[in-house]
């Protein structure tokens, strides 16, 4: 009984050690592996298995072809456009939608001139955007589809490259904008002759080269559209020296208007003037909506330079006279041909 006793004394003592050691070596694994956790975790308390995670999701995205990631935006805005989508794009019309469309057209050509070229993916992006939503209104009246834009743009291309795509030849690009502009007529033609169900209806009216024009065009941009139209068959000036004349011309005419203080052929030939002036920027190959853009973002510069420079003595601009104000005019001009005489990597980053 005695033996027993003790044997069992010695096996509580055994198992109260085995149980102590199984305990001490269970907390030892979970320490080891709190700090193997913590030891992969980044800054953001993001473990390894999350980053790589984040990772191989990150990857399986940038793998995403061109349709694909089209097919992603289209679907993107869809939903917002649902019933229980943003409030917002639910409201918007064509109509709504124009400002946008032409703020974001002016916003690609203002990223492209900055040599950002992320800001000039991203701004082109939100063009694109706007072509979508456009397309997507249409879905939903039941008028046409995001494929049919691309369909009619594809099937356009094709046609309008017959020296690409058929068997006609161009010897240069003076010759490929003669046919664009043909095939453009007879496509105009052929869509005349048809009404909207296909059916064939009268011609109410020729056709011309200038149809196509769109009249919703900025003033300076209708006018480089539609000579340029007229020169590419041969209605044009000789040289540029012809279109200087014409320019000097109606100068002398918008003088005599205003002499004579009759507004209204002022305003008439002030329009000669500009329309002579656009025509120059066509001859010489200069979109002069882009030119004037540009003259207004110099004048703006000089403007805040002078003001900065008002602000610099504690006046205001308004309280500067204009002999002086033409002083700081000249300084802003000499401060802004000082920038762009130093090299590139001299300049200071903004």
């Not at 030939?269 to 001859?283: H, I, K, Q, S, T």
Request: aromatic share 6%; with cysteine.
């Amino acid at each position: 009984m005695e033996r027993l006793l003790r044997w069992d004394f010695v096996g509580l003592v055994m198992a109260t050690r085995k149980s102590k050691v199984q305990k001490t070596k269970s907390k030892t694994l979970k320490a080891r592996d709190t700090t193997r956790k913590v030891k992969t975790r980044g800054a953001g308390g993001v473990d390894a298995k999350s980053r790589g995670a984040a990772g191989r999701k990150s990857a399986k995205l940038a793998a995403l072809g061109v349709g694909e990631w089209f097919e992603k935006l289209t679907a993107v805005q869809a939903r917002l456009r649902a019933p229980d989508g943003c409030p917002w794009d639910r409201e918007q019309t064509h109509a709504s939608l124009r400002t946008y469309l032409i703020e974001e057209a002016y916003e690609v050509l203002e990223a492209m001139e900055s040599g950002d070229d992320a800001k000039f993916a991203e701004e082109m992006g939100d063009l694109l955007l706007q072509i979508v939503f456009h397309s997507e209104i249409a879905r939903e009246e039941g008028r046409f589809d995001v494929a049919d834009v691309i369909r009619e743009v594809h099937d356009k291309m094709v046609r309008r490259h017959p020296h690409v795509f058929g068997e006609k030849r161009a010897k240069d690009s003076a010759e490929v904008l003669k046919n664009w502009e043909q095939i453009k007529k007879e496509e105009r033609i052929a869509a005349g002759k048809k009404n909207g169900d296909g059916a064939e209806k009268k011609e109410e009216k020729a056709a011309s080269l200038l149809d196509g024009v769109s009249k919703a065009l900025p003033a300076a941009l209708e006018g480089f559209q539609l000579t340029r139209r007229a020169a590419r068959i041969g209605f044009d000036w000789d040289s540029v020296e012809g279109v200087f004349d014409k320019m000097k011309e109606e100068a002398g005419e918008l003088r005599e208007a205003v002499g004579a203080k009759d507004a209204e052929r002022a305003e008439e030939e002030m329009g000669d003037l500009l329309f002579a002036a656009v025509n120059l920027a066509r001859f010489l190959h200069i979109d002069p909506e882009i030119a004037l853009k540009k003259a207004n973002a110099k004048f703006s510069a000089r403007f805040r330079q002078m003001e900065k420079l008002a602000a610099e003595r504690g006046k205001a601009l308004t309280d500067v006279p204009r002999e002086e104000m033409e002083g700081f005019w000249e300084v802003a001009k000499l401060s802004e041909k000082s920038v762009a005489r130093k090299p590139a990597g001299a300049r200071e980053k903004r």
